[in-house]
T-cell receptor
């Protein structure tokens, strides 16, 4: 059974700090791992997608890594800004469907 | 090049009524997924459909919920005799169907049952 866990559930840091969000998954046969952002009451914005053959992906201040052997992915956010405040969701895609973690609610304090 | 379109964006129903949620996939996508997000929770898989076929409905409640994706027209998620616990955001995603192709999500329908 596919399960995805995100730690911590909530994180509050001062503006300008670098931070890491963690995601662990149980399915060793994943096709890809995706990170999303969700603002309150809104839909999902895809941030980064890492194919199973890749180790990491970068977009601007964001870097996501994937370690299939340990079943872990991290999302690194550099030089955080108040506009980064949102819930970040990790999802792993297996053969049939995308399975989400519960999310990490991130607050960046000015 | 429109993305995944869901309508309505907001839907209010009284207990006992029926709710019908629509999803038009991206052009060229023949696979549709429905997810439910309860307040303060993550997204839970409900059902995966191809045109005219249900592939995986392991996340669908056993009663009152049904989904279809006809040959023509949008995918429909139907909830009969709604109860307050059905209040949630319902998200639809589509993909072209290859094993590693990413899913593209719509903006969701927020159902409120009064």
């Amino acid at each position: 059974k596919q399960e995805v866990t995100q730690i911590p559930a909530a994180l509050s840091v001062p503006e300008g700090e670098n931070l890491v969000l963690n995601c662990s998954f149980t399915d060793s046969a994943i096709y890809n791992l995706q990170w999303f952002r969700q603002d309150p009451g809104k839909g999902l914005t895809s941030l980064l997608l890492i194919q199973s053959s890749q180790r990491e992906q970068t977009s601007g201040r964001l870097n996501a890594s994937l370690d299939k052997s340990s079943g872990r992915s991290t999302l690194y956010i550099a030089a955080s800004q108040p506009g980064d405040s949102a819930t970040y969701l990790c999802a792993e895609q297996g053969a049939q469907k995308l399975v989400f973690g519960q999310g990490t609610r991130l607050t960046i304090n000015p | 090049n429109a993305g995944v379109m869901q309508n309505p964006r907001h839907l209010v129903r009284r207990r006992g009524q029926e709710a019908r949620l629509r999803c038009s996939p991206m052009k060229g996508h023949s696979h549709v997924y429905w997810y439910r997000q309860l307040p303060e929770e993550g997204l839970k898989f409900m059902v995966y459909l191809q045109k005219e076929n249900i592939i995986d409905e392991s996340g669908m409640p056993k009663e009152r919920f049904s989904a279809e994706f006809p040959k023509e027209g949008p995918s429909i998620l139907r909830i009969q005799q709604v109860v307050r616990g059905d209040s949630a955001a319902y998200f639809c995603a589509s993909s072209p169907g290859t094993a590693d192709s990413p899913l593209h999500f719509g903006n969701g329908t927020r159902l409120t049952v009064t």
